[in-house]
């Protein structure tokens, strides 16, 4: 018998998910590579078990087409074709092609994108912050997910905290709002069926009959984009029962005049005309609202995006106050709670590092930067790591024709040749979390964790700190801020004087690697804790806003689109892991029948849908899942698999009402049916074309989608 030493190490999941789980990382020592992932007992909330995708990660860790070798452009961009090339080769020429930009533009025309395909601390925003603005680098503003709820809370509450997660199930009623744990947050549910076996009511508000929504009845279903009308219309209805306790809100309320000014219009029947919502069914939600104690919001970030997303979750949030839900273990408004996480995130990023501050770009008009030469300056070089924008960033059509401009400089950190790494002219090998040190905490409960590696990186490639340490290097740079190892960064972010954070340090974690964030125990967060308002209320008064309207024809493009997340993946992050491909071989939109009707489509063909903006195509497929009305097709597909496009040629760069969000779930849309051999009509400029190559016979599809179709 042979022996194999092995070893376990504690890692947490990297991905952009609710739960950020402990990893218990299973290692053989031989032969340097991890053999079992699995949840780790550390973490209290996770360790029973992980999701469908991280079950599956060794496919995605040890993949075939991992990227582990700097790679340089040959052919056309866009097409994929590249040489390997030595760091030094390809760390020399970026460096030089940056000096240029720099010189002859500025700094400014150099733009980093990312977002949280890492949300380990180090990976997301430490010396990649201090490198770009050590040259002077347009910042980004990271707004692609969170931004406009972010604005609401931050107004309302003054941060962005709920109550701790922990404590679902001593809830008895549960308004799951525009979230689908099922896929988004699956360790809530064993807390939510806690709370239902203990005799908790749980509704569901989501225009789509989820998972979750078919397992958690009332389900309320509004059209896509207003809930605000709803909220308000619940809000006028507490107010004129009588069922708000106007007297305790006194001190703790500002602004209660002006939001009742702002719910007066709702009416039950003018609720219900624009929600789509039976009358009585928004009376019978107001009356649970009113009675049951201990109330829970859990509010997801399907309601904002949308135009009125910051309104929106102003209005759910006015609703947490009024009920007086804060008043109770149990209760309260749970969006986020990274609020609960502080961090010392200037001495991290250290904006000292920026000679003057530099122009902030919103990530959500990628499209437009990247296409618009009027900018001043305009961006010439883009440096994109965790995140793939030409699978996930809206107006696709315009975010490809930018990253296909012969004169923009392209370098891509990633592990996998996403779409956007085939657009590189440099693609350098990134490390997978699992092979690097960082810190994680969560958007939805309250522990912090130390990841340490359990294999060094496969192949050549390097951790995003270390990528930006070679950069610096490379460029010549000399501030001894940009070489910081990773343990001092993790000191650098623990080093804060904050009751929450005390006792947790680096050598706290290095000996016990999960730890929770001290807040009060059994703390109701805005009764034991501050409002952290400037004036210590709660802010009623409508949330300003800037004007937003719909550009979109409602009569040319009659359906609204929505593209929520899906079980399977992450965003574009588990596109090509074939395990996970097989469970959805195509890409399929979801039409109601009355739709397919109206619009002469069968279920199991090809359709074209398409906007002023782009077309792409999908597999009409029959379902209850979306109201009439709202077809929908789940988030994201790599663009390379599916004919050079997905659905976010559909969907617009304009921005929320406040917070400069985006508006993935606003687009309106037109659907057409495809010949079997041929594209439907060039409607739209989009670009580039969609080709046919792949239509395939009209009988195999049917099965198809007969087999993937969502029950
Ligand atoms: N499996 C999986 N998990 C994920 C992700 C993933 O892609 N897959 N993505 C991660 C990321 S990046 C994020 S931000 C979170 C997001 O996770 P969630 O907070 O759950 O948000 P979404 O998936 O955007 O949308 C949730 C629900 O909102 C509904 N919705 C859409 N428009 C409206 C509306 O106008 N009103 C109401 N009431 N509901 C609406 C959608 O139908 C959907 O069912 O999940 C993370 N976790
Ligand atoms: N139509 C539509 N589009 C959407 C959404 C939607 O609901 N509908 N949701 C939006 C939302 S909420 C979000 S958050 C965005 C997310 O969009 P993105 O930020 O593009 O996120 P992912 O698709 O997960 O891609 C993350 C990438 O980071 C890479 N990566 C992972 N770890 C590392 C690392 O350590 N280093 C480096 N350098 N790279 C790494 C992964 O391989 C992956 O390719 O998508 C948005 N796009
Ligand atoms: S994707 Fe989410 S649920 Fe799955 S392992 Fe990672 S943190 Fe846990
Ligand atoms: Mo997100």
Redesign the pocket.
Known sequence: MIETSLSSVHGAC???CYDTCGLKLEVDLDAGRIIRIGPDSLQPLTRNFLCLKVNRYLERLYHPDRVLHPLKRVGKKGAGDFVRVSWDEALTEIAARLHDVRTRFGGEAILPY?????M?IL?GESLDARFFHAIGASRLDRT???AASGAALDWVYGTRLGPDPEVIPQSRCIILWGTNPVATNVHEIPLLEEARAAGAQIWTIDPLATETARRYTPHLRPRPGTDLSLALGLGRELLQRGWVDRQSLQKDVRGLDAYEKAAEPWTLARTAAATGIPQLQIAALAEQLATARPLLFRTG??VQ?QHHAARTVWAISALSVLTGSFQDVGGGHLLTNSGAFVLNQEALSRPDLMERPTRRLNMVELGRLLTDMDEEPPVKALV??????A????DQAAVLRGLARPDLLVV?????L?D??RYADYV?P????ME?LDLHTSYWHRYIQLARPATSPAGEAV??PE?FRRLARAMGLTHPALYEDDEALIRTALDVHHPWMAGITWDTLATSPVAKVRLPAGARVFVDTAIPTDDGRFHLDPLPVRDVRDDQDETRYPLHF????VRE?????F?NIKSLQARRPVPELLVARADLERFGIESGHWVRLYNQRGATRLLAVESEVPVPGTVV?Y??RWNEAAGGT???Q??GGDLSDAGGG?T??SARVAIAALPANEDGPAEAGSEPRMTNTEVRPVGLLRDLGGASKKS
């Open positions: 990297p991905h952009d990312s977002f949280a395909g890492n380990g990976a692609i997910c969170t970030y399907g995006r994109v790591y965790n995140s793939n924008p699978a996930t960033a809206p891509v950190h990633e592990q996998m996403t956007t790494a350098l990134a490390a997978m979390a690097t951790s995003n990528f929505i593209s929520p997340s993946s992450i965003k574009s992050s596109a097709s988030a994201v997905n659905i976010n559909l969907t985006a993935f779930y």
